[in-house]
């Protein structure tokens, strides 16, 4: 992993002459993301993650952190004991340049030692998935992460609206694969990263991948363009 991602944050942190993102995917053309909306407060944020944070309660580990702004604010706002990781390097010095204090380059899979009260998936947090048959495996983890009365705060999108649709209504989706797995590709600089894979879950088939591993699924809240938030518990 070259880490553009997190380069681009470090960038923009320390004024090192940042770029927009170019992001691809297997169904959509690039597209420019200004790095700067990974730096967002709490008024800026959609909705969604308002909610999500709001709801955060007692230890939480916020997966993917990024930027760290979802960390900052129930560190510095909501006053909790805040956890925040990321498999980028650069992503995590910025955080802990922002003054996180606990935050760490980690991959969730190999995350031990401690539970939580609140764990936070955001900006399409069932992304790390990668595609629908390892979704049981992160599930299994998060499971084992919660502390007794805890919940995972997650977020997606149904992505059925970017697929054809014939005169029958049908959509025109791969017959052979879940049509929410894509492959992702992020350039930065004039460098690509290695591409990776990337996975959209609709509600209902994250409803039944948590009743299959022992997790109560419940809708928290739904956004304008097809996303979600979902809360998990034992």
């Not at 922002?98 to 030692?113: C, P, S, Y």
């Not at 919940?151 to 992505?159: A, P």
Request: aromatic share 10%.
């Amino acid at each position: 992993m070259k880490d553009l991602f997190g380069k681009a944050i470090l960038d923009y942190q320390t004024n090192n002459t940042p770029e927009d993102l170019i992001t691809e995917t297997t169904i959509s053309e690039e597209d420019e993301m200004s790095v700067t909306y990974l730096f967002r407060n709490f008024n800026e944020m959609p909705a969604i993650e308002q909610k999500a944070l709001q709801m955060a309660k007692g230890k939480v580990l916020d997966i993917g952190c990024g930027a760290g702004s979802h960390s900052l604010y129930l560190q510095n706002e909501r006053k909790l004991e805040t956890t925040a990781i990321d498999i980028s390097p650069n992503a995590i010095q910025v955080c802990q340049l922002r003054g996180l204090k606990n935050a760490f380059v980690q991959d969730i899979l190999t995350f031990e030692n401690e539970k939580f009260d609140s764990i936070l998936l955001l900006m399409n947090g069932t992304g790390i998935f990668g595609t629908l048959k390892n979704t049981p495996k992160f599930l299994q983890k998060l499971k084992f992460l919660l502390n007794p009365g805890g919940q995972i705060l997650i977020d997606s999108s149904d992505i059925i609206y970017m697929f054809d649709e014939d005169e029958d209504g049908a959509y025109e989706i791969p017959a052979n694969v879940y049509y929410g797995e894509l492959e992702f590709t992020i350039s930065y600089k004039g460098e690509k990263e290695d591409t990776f894979p990337w996975l959209y879950l609709d509600y209902n088939t994250l409803q039944n991948a948590a009743n299959d591993n022992g997790l109560q699924c419940e809708l928290i809240s739904e956004g304008e363009h097809y996303d979600y938030l979902a809360k998990l518990s034992i």
